[in-house]
């Protein structure tokens, strides 16, 4: 009994993360379908243990904007120690560079951009999400923080066509053709009848 006490006492605490002087253009609490979203924060690494952050643990960040891109510094006493830039959804920080002596002040500066997925109207959306992770991939406590805004979009739903899923028919409508017929001439006529009658009085004498 003794002895589980014991590894609960030496069990590391995880830090605590607080996000800092959030700033996302535009501003406001909705934002429309398709708008480029910048969004920055601080986040500051509370020590709850020997070290600023456990090593085995990860510091995960993401994002429901689409092509996002991130750029994120972890700073150590104010001063630049490393420079994470990633694209996509997620971008995970190893413990390993945010595990100081807990008299170091530890933060990492975060900033993403991304666009506003096409989503019904007033769908929540995460412009940015930091979490830490335990080493087993599972969230640790309550270090979930989030910075939220809903989708704009009031545009019409598009209209399904009524032929949509079936077979196309082409029709083929035939081009009536225009035939001229060639007349027939009187001259050739008359002048045959002129030939008859000359004929006939030679033979009448």
Request: hydrophobic share 55%; no cysteine.
């Given at each position: 009994m003794f002895l589980l006490f014991s590894?609960?006492?030496?069990?590391?605490?995880?830090?605590?993360i607080s996000l800092q002087d959030v700033q996302v253009t535009p501003t406001g609490d909705s934002i429309?379908?398709?708008?480029?979203?910048?969004?920055s924060a601080m986040i500051q690494i509370i020590p709850q243990g020997p070290t600023t952050?456990?090593?085995?643990?990860?510091?995960v960040l993401s994002t429901d904007l689409e092509n996002a891109r991130w750029n994120a510094i972890v700073m150590v006493d104010g001063t630049q120690a490393a420079v994470i830039p990633k694209d996509?959804?997620?971008?995970?920080?190893?413990?390993?560079?945010?595990?100081?002596?807990?008299?170091?002040?530890?933060a990492v500066s975060v900033q993403v951009e991304g666009d506003v997925p096409s989503l019904t109207h007033g769908t929540p959306i995460r412009v940015l999400q930091a979490e830490e992770l335990n080493n087993q991939g599972q969230s640790v406590g309550d270090t979930e923080q989030v910075v939220v805004r809903s989708v704009e979009n009031m545009g019409t739903e598009a209209i399904t066509s009524p032929t949509a899923g079936k077979a196309t028919v082409v029709v083929t409508v035939p081009v009536p053709v225009t035939t001229t017929k060639a007349?027939?001439?009187?001259?050739?006529?008359?002048?045959?009848?002129?030939?008859?009658?000359?004929?006939f009085l030679r033979k009448g004498r």
């Open positions: 590894l609960i006492l030496i069990v590391p605490a995880a830090a605590t429309p379908v398709g708008d480029l979203v910048n969004g952050f456990i090593e085995g643990y990860t510091l996509g959804n997620f971008v995970f920080i190893n413990g390993y560079l945010l595990s100081y002596p807990t008299n170091r002040d530890v007349g027939i001439s009187l001259i050739p006529v008359v002048g045959g009848l002129a030939l008859v009658a000359v004929v």
